[in-house]
């Protein structure tokens, strides 16, 4: 398996522009986990999918994201319009459902999408 | 909010010595904790857990301990080897999974 791919690695834009990023899961795992990680704070969760469902969004900033699972092996984070306080390195992970309720809990990560809004 | 809490940005040892990396929570509902360790331009990956209901879980040279009524717990590398050099996120699970900010650890031959 190739692991949890996203794309793009790097992507510079200006302020007001709309943003894209992609993630492909691992193949079988039912969850899916969008992070974004800064100087500032870490690692945090924005949001995370079950089976293609938005479980919990409350870590999304403000209404300028949005995330969407359209099937099993791909979703988007979306940021209109960009601004320069989003510049961070999005990731992306997944687990698989058996391993998660069972309480193994382990998360592959993607090499993550570094954004740079100028 | 910070629901779990690395304090030391940064750690630098010397080969062969003891690593300790520490890291403190506030929700006494977590009841896994992980931690995950990061090279440059690559995603975290995973590298050793401990459930709620242990107080240590050692993988050779690792070994995380924990104590819960502190709400504390921490990461042992010995003997640390330079390659071990990279960020160590602290995580936490109860219905999803949280991180502290990570801290940098370098270990200097």
């Known amino acids: 398996d190739a692991g949890v791919i996203q794309s793009p690695r790097h992507e510079v834009t200006e302020m007001g522009q709309e943003v894209t990023l992609r993630c492909k899961p691992i193949?079988?795992?039912?969850?899916l986990f969008w992070y974004r990680q800064t100087m500032m704070r870490g690692l945090e969760l924005l949001i995370y999918?079950?089976?293609?469902?938005?479980?919990?969004d409350s870590g999304m900033p403000e209404d300028r994201f949005s995330a969407k699972m359209p099937n099993a092996s791909f979703s988007t984070l979306k940021i209109q319009p960009s601004e320069p306080r989003d510049s961070a390195v999005y990731f992306c992970?997944?687990?698989?459902?058996?391993?998660?309720?069972?309480?193994?809990?382990?998360?592959?990560f993607g090499a993550g999408s570094r954004l740079t809004v100028l | 909010d910070q629901q779990v809490k690395q304090n030391s940005p940064s750690l630098s040892v010397q080969e062969g010595r003891i690593s300790i990396l520490n890291c403190d929570y506030t929700n006494s509902m977590f009841d896994y904790f992980l931690w995950y360790k990061k090279y440059p331009a690559e995603g975290p990956t995973f590298l050793i857990s401990i459930s709620s209901i242990k107080d240590k879980n050692e993988d050779g040279r690792f070994t995380v301990f924990l104590n819960k009524s502190a709400k504390h717990l921490s990461l042992h590398i010995v003997p640390s080897q330079p390659g071990d050099s990279a960020v160590y996120f602290c995580?936490?699970?109860?219905?999803?999974?949280?991180f502290g900010a990570g801290t940098r650890l370098t270990v200097k031959p």
């Open positions: 995580a936490a699970r109860r219905n999803d999974m949280r």
């Open positions: 999918f079950n089976n293609n469902v938005p479980i919990d």
């Open positions: 193949s079988g795992h039912d969850y």
């Open positions: 992970a997944s687990s698989p459902a058996g391993s998660w309720d069972a309480g193994a809990n382990v998360l592959t």
